[in-house]
């Protein structure tokens, strides 16, 4: 592990998000009551001794590199560990940001080189898992691989969204296409095809070489999944293999199935958030041999108050976090992030509440989603009626409601 630089490609747009990413880059985006996207791949970084990690960033980066100076400064620099941010700036060429996922690597590769790595591990700021990744090392160092790319089954409706790839008897790559339009399946298994999780394991000279020649190619995106990815595998002499996600995931229990989100939509990010309030989820935030860190601010236990017939401060299936207050109100199946009240007489179901909402007296949502820092007003009542819903908030494609204070603030105006 102490031979292996990682990168965490942190500076995507997360435009599917829509509203939820307007000031922030998407792995900043708060989820769990707690945390940030960031958190489970720092996390499982942490957990698997890894201790060399650069965070490369670009959009909107400052709530994010807040996050990580406020929370994640914990390692021991005369050690040679750490967790640093590289921000895009122009190391290259002067007239061009990160171009690509490939590009924002190869901008920083003079700084990679210097520590003379013998592997690197590429991984997405932006997905929700747990993963030993010294297993995944493990395997890509005892195949003899140029590259190991894990893998997990998805549903063919969703295929779309992900790199799809074909393997063989023994593991090796031998197609590969980035969100097709038309994916291709498992073969035996119409229903699913063969996802990439955006985790890439290299080995260093081999991957700064090709680096090169794919900044010298005027027809590349200088992307891993458009444009490296495919041409290694069409490229003869190269051993290009698949890890199962299995081999490596972090259960909850052993007979658990291994869990891995990609929370790029609306519906996605509500879907993962509620996952997280089932009696027994699949991604245990209880297990302390595998604790998900993040900054949290010194904030006084949740409370819950009044206990009068129609005014009860209740909470049932639902995560709730430090500095909120329930008062006289029932939450069911929800989220409610740090510093948010509830005021009276409310109902919040199926629901996300990012940090610091205020809920009016009265109010009733459901299978909603409020922005950070929103003040509703008394009386709001959200999710009953599509297309009272769709006239004044954003509304998914499954009907999930995402609310802004601009949206709120629209409302009176």
Aim: include cysteine.
């Amino acid at each position: 592990m102490k031979r292996t630089q990682t990168i965490i490609l942190a500076g995507g747009r997360g435009t599917r998000l829509k509203h939820l990413t307007d000031n922030r880059a998407k792995p900043a985006v708060h989820i769990g009551g707690k945390y940030r996207i960031i958190d489970f791949t720092l996390s499982n970084c942490i957990n698997s001794g890894l201790r060399r990690i650069s965070v490369l960033t670009q959009y909107k980066s400052h709530s994010l590199m807040r996050h990580l100076q406020q929370g994640w400064n914990l390692l021991r620099g005369e050690a040679e560990e750490f967790i640093e941010v590289l921000p895009a700036q122009q190391r290259i060429d002067e007239s061009q940001w990160y171009q690509g996922t490939a590009d924002a690597v190869y901008q920083n590769m003079d700084i990679f080189q210097s520590r003379r790595a013998e592997y690197v591990i590429i991984l997405a700021g932006d997905h929700v898992y747990k993963m030993d990744y010294s297993l995944l090392l493990a395997d890509h160092i005892k195949s003899g691989a140029d590259i190991t790319i894990p893998c997990i089954e998805v549903p063919i409706k969703d295929a779309s969204h992900f790199g799809i790839m074909h393997v063989d008897a023994e593991n090796n790559i031998t197609d590969f296409v980035e969100k097709p339009a038309d994916p291709p399946s498992i073969p035996g298994d119409p229903s699913k095809s063969l996802a990439s999780m955006g985790i890439y394991v290299f080995n260093a000279d081999f991957l700064f070489r090709e680096l090169l020649r794919d900044s010298q190619d005027t027809n590349s995106q200088h992307d891993f999944g458009k444009n490296l990815i495919p041409y290694f595998v069409a490229q003869k002499g190269l051993k290009i293999k698949a890890h199962n996600f299995a081999q490596s995931c972090v259960l909850s229990s052993p007979d658990s199935s291994p869990y891995w989100r990609d929370v790029g939509t609306v519906d996605a990010y509500w879907e993962c958030n509620l996952d997280l309030t089932h009696v027994t989820p699949l991604l245990d935030l209880y297990d302390p041999n595998w604790p998900i860190l993040t900054f949290q601010t010194q904030l006084p236990p949740a409370k819950f108050v009044f206990n009068d017939d129609g005014r009860r401060g209740c909470a049932v299936d639902s995560l709730v976090a430090n500095g909120c207050i329930v008062s006289g109100s029932s939450v069911r199946n929800s989220v409610i992030s740090t510093r948010t009240r509830i005021n009276s007489y409310c109902t919040i179901d199926h629901s996300i509440i990012l940090p610091e909402v205020d809920i009016g007296r009265g109010c009733q949502l459901t299978k909603v989603i409020v922005n950070r820092g929103c003040k509703l007003p008394e009386g709001l009542i959200v999710g009953e009626d599509r297309a009272e819903d769709e006239r004044r908030f954003y509304v998914s494609e499954n009907g999930v409601v995402l609310i802004t204070m601009n949206m709120i603030n629209a409302l009176s105006s």
